[in-house]
Every structure is written in C-alpha cells, then in structure tokens.
C-alpha cells in the first residue's frame, strides 16, 4: 500500500470535474486503500481521489478522533448528496491540498448520501457534524471545487494573498 503524493493547489487535477467510476474492481480497491493511508499520513479527515491525481469520484472520510458521529473509516464511490438540510453551520475548514490555509466555510448541516461502498454495496448514509461537512467537502473535490471558493470574495483574496507568500517562502528557503 503505497503513499500516494498529494497535488497542491495550482495542479489542474483539483479543477477537472472527476469521471464516475463504473464498479469494484482491482484498481479501485488499491486506490482506496492507498487513499486511505495517505489520508492518515497527512493527518486529515478526508481525501477525494483527485487529491491523488485521479479523477475518478472516489472519497475516504475518517473524523473518528474529532466527532462523536463517526462511522470509522468510510470509503464512498461515484458518492452523491441526495438531500441537504436548510439549517447551515459554519465552521474552519482546511484541506490537504492548500497546506497552512484555513477559513470558515457555511454548509448545509446535515445530508443524505448515497454511494457504493468498499464491497460494492450501495448505501444511504444521513450524516451531521463533522462527518457532513467532510463527506461535503470531498464532493466538491470531485466537481473541481475547492474550500477556498466558498468563502467570500474579499476572504479568498485574503487567504491567495497568504497562500501565495507561503509558497514564495517555501521556494525562497
Ligand atoms: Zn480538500
């Protein structure tokens, strides 16, 4: 199970709506599982394929250690909000993939999904918390969308003014 490198942002990978998977097979199931170790070497929550460099619609959740929701490790394939709740929440968010950038993003609070998982199954799952707003937040994943464009405008200037000098100093030392 190797680690896979996550793609930063500026990769056109993390902008390309992802292709539906058609089933379980072979590839699939090492993707997940190199997703999954990837995810927990990176210390994350979640990761969406693209991450990866797949554009394919495959995700893993795992916000055990951080919600008292937690359904453990969650694999979902070809994964698809089926209902969103009116009530919002807002929260920080972050991602693998903007390393060092965090900011409050507002989301639906609750929603129903629905994908395959690991054994091919296809399951419903009404989640709330933090695992909503995860599962949320790798779908957008697999439409090319990032935290950092639901923030306000004057927010994401911020955030791509900081991110920007993070990275010059990061290439400076
Ligand atoms: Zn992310």
Same mark, same amino acid.
């Given at each position: &199970?190797?680690? *896979?490198?996550? !793609? /930063?942002?500026g990769d056109p990978v993390l902008r390309e709506p992802a292709q539906t998977v058609d089933g379980l097979n072979d590839e699939i199931r090492s993707l997940v599982e190199d997703m999954? $170790?990837?995810?927990? @070497?990176?210390?994350?929550?979640?990761?969406?394929a693209p991450q990866v460099g797949i554009s394919e619609r +495959? /995700? +893993?959740?795992? +916000?055990?250690?951080?919600d008292e929701d937690d359904v453990g490790?969650?694999?979902l394939i070809n994964p698809k909000v089926l209902e969103a709740s009116r009530a919002k929440d807002k929260a920080p $968010?972050?991602?693998?993939? /903007?390393?060092?950038m965090e900011e409050v993003v507002e989301r639906p609070s609750n929603v129903t999904v629905e994908g395959?998982? =690991?054994?091919?199954?296809?399951?419903?799952?009404? +989640?709330t918390g933090l695992l909503s707003r995860?599962? =949320?937040?790798?779908?957008? @994943?697999l439409d090319g969308i990032l935290f950092i464009d639901?923030?306000?405008?004057?927010? *994401? !200037?911020?955030? &791509? !003014?900081?991110? =920007?000098?993070? *990275?010059?100093?990061?290439?400076?030392s």
């Open positions: &199970m190797p680690l *896979r490198e996550i !793609r /930063i942002l999954f $170790e990837t995810m927990y @070497h990176a210390e994350g929550v979640g990761l969406a +495959v /995700i +893993v959740v795992d +916000v055990r250690d951080a490790a969650l694999a $968010e972050g991602c693998l993939s /903007i390393p060092g395959l998982n =690991q054994s091919g199954e296809t399951v419903t799952l009404e +989640v995860a599962i =949320q937040h790798e779908i957008d @994943h639901r923030v306000s405008p004057l927010k *994401r !200037r911020l955030l &791509m !003014r900081k991110w =920007q000098k993070s *990275r010059a100093e990061e290439e400076g």
